[in-house]
């Protein structure tokens, strides 16, 4: 097998099991909860520890992978993902259940961005694109398999194997990436920039926690509130630290490329809109239509299949149409079917839904693809790290804000209303968040129309009908 099929293959291993670990516990927590003796609701504390230790421990993934090598921070990942599965499979309480998904994020926090800067460093450039849709599918088809698989194996089996099954999978991904990854050589940075880290990592902390308190309370919402206050500030205060800096922990200074700062901006906007899908989708299915969690599960997994279709469509439609142009096209596509979700009712064919969700998990595949192959497209190999790590973390926080704005609107409609949740919450929600993902294609309209092309491969029509000299 060829090495630029090889790596992003190994790559996706990995990221495939955080992906999905990340949602798996979704349909799982009543029985986890009534396991360890805990409410589901107390449990949650549980989802907020894992994302926050994402937030936490994104940022300083690009210096530990210049200072140890991206090759041995990726196997090293790995590991600390599997103990802090094995820790929470062993769990008895909440508190240490709790802890042991903070040490699962750990391990998540260096895999995806490590991941990226491996598979950016070890592919040429005229392949990124293909490479990327290999690494991109397991982000999209983790969370959606996530919540089937996570009720299927607590019905038959015990909420335990969610977990136990990490450890297979993890030595497999060890045991090749030790065998096929490349060594990338460490960078030979400084010393880490500790206060950056601290004021980095308070700043998407409580970002991240504050926004997942308010939009799926378990704490009082002023918790929330006051957090995401305090890590809104920090954040301001991380960024007048970084311009004095050399070497910061996450470097502003790469938002100077135009290119680059129009991905993180388009892709983080289309992300919020994005991230609320999956968050509406279950919840319409089964408060408004009463399907069961497993019957719900099922039906979104449909955009599934796009996503599949688009990994053999992608570098084909890029080098036709250019970066610039399949990103706007892609983006006001993807809003136009997350929209048709507000129209979905109970007697809605399944087959008309199925239908639905194929095309917006194409859309939101060949979006994500083409955005995350944009951000390395012109920049220099020794920026490589310090934009998967800004890029991871922008995700983090795109992706919370969204499920934020999700709730937050769906709050807001039963507030104003009186009424129980209905579906006249999910049609305004699924418009609202429709308008925000269509906002996306803004950033990205301003490209140039040669932007990214040594990537892509796309010459301007004007171009190939000019004749040879």
């Known amino acids: 097998m060829a090495v630029s099929r090889t790596v992003p293959l190994i790559l996706a291993i990995a990221l495939f099991m955080e992906n999905m670990d990340s949602t798996v516990i979704a349909t799982s927590l009543p029985a986890i909860a009534a396991d360890i003796g805990t409410s589901p609701i107390a449990l949650k504390l549980a989802l907020t520890s894992y994302l926050v230790s994402l937030a936490i421990f994104i940022p300083v993934s690009a210096w530990m992978a210049d200072r140890y090598g991206a090759k041995t921070v990726f196997r090293a990942a790995i590991a600390v993902f599997v103990v802090g599965s094995l820790c929470c499979a062993a769990s008895n309480s909440l508190g240490a259940f709790v802890v042991s998904r903070f040490v699962q994020g750990m391990g998540g926090a260096m895999m995806t961005p490590v991941a990226r800067l491996v598979l950016v460093r070890a592919t040429p450039r005229s392949e990124l694109v293909s490479a990327m ?39 497999l991904g060890v045991v090749l990436a030790t065998r096929f990854l490349p060594d990338v050589a460490p960078a030979g940075v400084g010393r880490i920039d500790a206060a950056g880290f601290a004021l980095s990592a308070l700043a998407a902390s409580g970002i991240v926690f504050g926004l997942s308190v308010v939009s799926l309370p378990a704490l009082s919402t002023w918790i929330g509130l006051v957090t995401l206050a305090v890590g ?101 596509a993807a809003s136009v079917f997350i929209a048709a979700n507000a129209f979905f009712s109970p007697y809605t064919p399944v087959p008309v839904i199925i239908a639905v969700l194929l095309g ?89 129309a040669n932007a990214g092309n040594t990537v892509s491969g796309h010459r301007p029509k004007a171009l190939r009908e000019t004749p040879e000299a």
């Open 360 to 448: 917006a998990g194409f859309l939101r595949s060949l979006f994500f693809t083409s955005a995350n192959a944009l951000v390395f497209a012109e920049i220099d190999d020794r920026e490589a790290s310090q934009a998967t790590a800004i890029l991871a973390f922008s995700q983090q926080i795109s992706i919370a804000l969204g499920v934020a704005v999700a709730g937050l609107i769906l709050e807001a409609f039963t507030h104003m209303t009186g009424e129980a949740l209905g579906l006249e919450a999910f049609t305004a929600a699924f418009l609202i968040v429709a308008i925000i993902t269509s906002s996306s294609a803004i950033p990205f309209a301003r490209l140039a």
């Open 133 to 171: 849709a290999w690494l991109t599918i397991p982000g999209l088809i983790g969370p959606l398999v996530g919540p089937p698989v996570g009720g299927f194996i607590t019905t038959f089996f015990s909420w335990h194997w969610i977990f136990l099954i990490n450890l297979p999978i993890g030595i």
């Open 232 to 332: 809104t500030a920090a954040g301001f205060i991380y960024m007048r630290h970084a311009r004095r800096r050399t070497n910061p922990i996450l470097d502003p200074r790469l938002f100077a490329n135009r290119v680059f700062s129009l991905s993180i901006a388009g892709g983080a906007i289309f992300r919020i809109g994005n991230g609320a899908v999956p968050f509406l989708l279950p919840l319409m299915f089964q408060l408004g239509f009463g399907m069961t969690p497993f019957e719900s599960g099922m039906l979104t997994f449909a955009s599934a299949g796009g996503a599949l279709a688009m990994k053999f469509l992608a570098p084909g439609t890029l080098r036709r149409a250019g970066f610039r142009t399949v990103l706007v096209a892609s983006a006001l």
